[in-house]
């Protein structure tokens, strides 16, 4: 009885461990290389971790929320405006993905819906942070010491 609880307990923690996930720059940048992002939309591995990097500092878990009642959510901090559904508002739901799942240590779902956000006309524009901060600069260091 007292060791089930114990597993039981152990699993709840295990559980808590795997909702969330601060990555480090170069395990970041591995991961994304290995699902294609290097050079998709047009855009290198430098801008990817780049935009990662300002609008989350690579926490999973990271969420906004906006003046208009929209969120951003996750890694890539996707909105509930355009791309996944909150109970907050009204969303067009253009990934198809709750955004509470864009919160996960697992980044899959957040890749697969941001690819479908750059092959819009804006492009990583979409991103503020890319923007503000990437756009148009020598990004080299985002990659170094990362053995790619
Ligand atoms: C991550 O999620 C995807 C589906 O979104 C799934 O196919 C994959 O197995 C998951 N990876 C891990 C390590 O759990």
């Given at each position: 009885?007292?060791s089930h ?6 699993l ?8 969330a996930?601060v990555?480090?720059?170069?395990e970041l ?6 699902e294609g992002?290097?050079?998709?939309g047009?855009y ?16 999973t878990?990271?969420q ?7 969120a951003?959510y996750?890694?890539?901090?996707i909105?509930?405006q355009?791309w996944?559904t909150?109970?907050r ?7 198809r ?11 899959t779902d957040?890749i697969?819906?941001a690819k ?7 492009g990583?524009?979409a991103?503020?942070g890319?923007a503000?901060?990437?756009?148009g600069?020598d990004?080299?260091?985002w990659?170094?010491g990362?053995?790619?």
């Amino acid at each position: 009885m007292g060791s089930h609880r114990l597993l039981l307990q152990l699993l709840a923690l295990l559980t808590t461990v795997t909702k969330a996930k601060v990555f480090s720059r170069c395990e970041l940048a591995h991961i994304l290389q290995e699902e294609g992002l290097d050079g998709y939309g047009g855009y290198s591995l430098t801008d990817w971790l780049c935009m990662a990097f300002y609008e989350s500092t690579f926490n999973t878990a990271a969420q906004s929320i906006k003046a208009d009642g929209s969120a951003d959510y996750g890694i890539f901090q996707i909105s509930s405006q355009l791309w996944c559904t909150d109970d907050r508002r009204p969303s067009d739901d253009g990934c198809r993905i709750a955004c509470r799942d864009l919160l996960s240590s697992n980044i899959t779902d957040d890749i697969i819906c941001a690819k479908r956000i750059v092959r819009n006309p804006p492009g990583m524009n979409a991103w503020e942070g890319w923007a503000m901060h990437c756009k148009g600069r020598d990004l080299s260091e985002w990659v170094e010491g990362c053995d790619l």
